[in-house]
Nanobody
């Protein structure tokens, strides 16, 4: 079964940037056929949608990240995060779903924003 793998997390100071990547475990995984969504979940909080990109390239962002985060897609799906704030500290995970309802997800990558 295809799975997703997130990478790019780490420790960054407030105001810094990180670029997360969501890749398929199989080289044949084609993100062009999936709506791919980045979620994050902080300790003690519910999971929230951060950004999403459709097969047609349409994008959606949480209000809290609009203007600072950018989702994009090539052979993987990326989340460029700029001007990071401490409240962005969370586990970030990606999820991909196609029109047939097949859904794949990864284990997540930790992002910590702290001075």
């Amino acid at each position: 079964q295809a799975r997703l793998m997130e990478s790019g997390g780490g420790l960054v100071q407030p105001g810094g940037s990180l670029r997360l990547a969501c890749a398929g475990s199989a080289s044949s995984f084609n993100f062009n056929f999936y709506t791919t969504t980045w979620y994050r979940q902080a300790i003690g909080k519910q999971r929230e949608l951060v950004a999403s990109i459709t097969p047609g390239g349409g994008t959606t962002y949480a209000a809290s990240v609009t203007g600072r985060f950018t989702i994009s897609r090539e052979n993987a799906v990326y989340l460029q995060m700029n001007d990071l704030k401490p409240d962005a500290t969370a586990v970030y995970s990606c999820d991909a779903e196609n029109l047939a309802g097949f859904n794949y997800w990864g284990q997540g990558t930790q992002v910590t924003v702290s001075s």
